[in-house]
C-alpha cells in the first residue's frame, strides 16, 4: 500500500515522538513505560506500531511549524503536570491539576469516543505548513490536529485540549 507524500512525512515525527517518549518517564518514575507500541499496529509493515500511554496519563506535544521546537505536556493520572519549554523559552514547569479538572480529565480519556478520533481511526494527514500542531498521545492513540481556518477538531480530544491549555502553560493556539 503507497502512503501519501504527506503521511510519509508525518511518520517520522511520530517514529521520533515515540522514541522520545519512550527513553524518559516523566517524574522520574521508570516502572511503567510511558509509550509503547499498540499490538494490533505494532506487526503492520513498514511501521514501528502506533504510539499510546498508559491509561490514564495523557501527553500534548505541540511545535509550530515543522521546524519549531516541540513543546511537551505530561499529565499523570494525580493530575501531576510537567510543561517542557511549552513558552518556547526552554524552561521546565510543574504543577497540578484541581481534583475537579483531574476528575473531567480522566472521564475524557476513558470516553469511548476517544478511540474513533485517534489519526490512525480518523485517517489523519497534516494540511497545513506553519500552524500550530497540537499531538494528544493517549491510551487510545495519538489524536492530532491543527490551528488551522476550517480544520474540524474531534470533540473528545477537543475538550481535553481546552482543559490542559486552560490550565497547564500548555497553549490552543500557535
Known amino acids: 500500500m503507497a502512503l501519501s507524500r504527506s503521511r510519509l512525512a508525518f511518520l517520522p515525527g511520530v517514529a521520533l515522538l515515540a522514541i522520545v517518549l519512550s527513553g524518559c518517564a516523566p517524574f522520574g518514575d521508570r516502572s511503567d513505560p510511558s509509550v509503547e507500541a499498540s499490538a494490533p499496529a505494532a506487526g503492520q509493515p513498514g511501521g514501528a506500531g502506533a504510539a499510546t500511554t498508559a491509561k490514564g496519563r495523557v501527553s500534548l506535544l505541540q511545535n509550530h511549524g515543522p521546524d519549531g521546537p516541540l513543546r511537551t505536556l505530561n499529565v499523570e493520572p494525580d493530575g501531576r503536570w510537567e510543561c517542557i519549554d511549552c513558552a518556547g523559552d526552554g524552561v521546565t514547569s510543574t504543577g497540578a491539576l484541581s481534583e475537579e479538572q483531574r476528575e473531567r480529565l480522566q472521564q475524557l480519556l476513558a470516553e469511548p469516543d476517544l478511540a474513533r478520533e485517534t489519526d490512525e481511526a480518523r485517517g489523519y494527514r ?49
Open 126 to 174: 497534516v494540511s497545513c505548513v506553519g500552524a500550530l500542531t497540537s499531538s494528544l498521545l493517549t491510551a487510545a492513540g495519538l489524536i492530532t490536529s491543527q490551528d488551522c481556518p476550517g480544520e474540524e477538531r474531534p470533540p473528545v480530544a477537543e475538550e481535553i485540549l481546552l482543559l490542559l491549555t486552560q490550565n497547564t502553560p500548555a497553549e490552543m493556539v500557535g
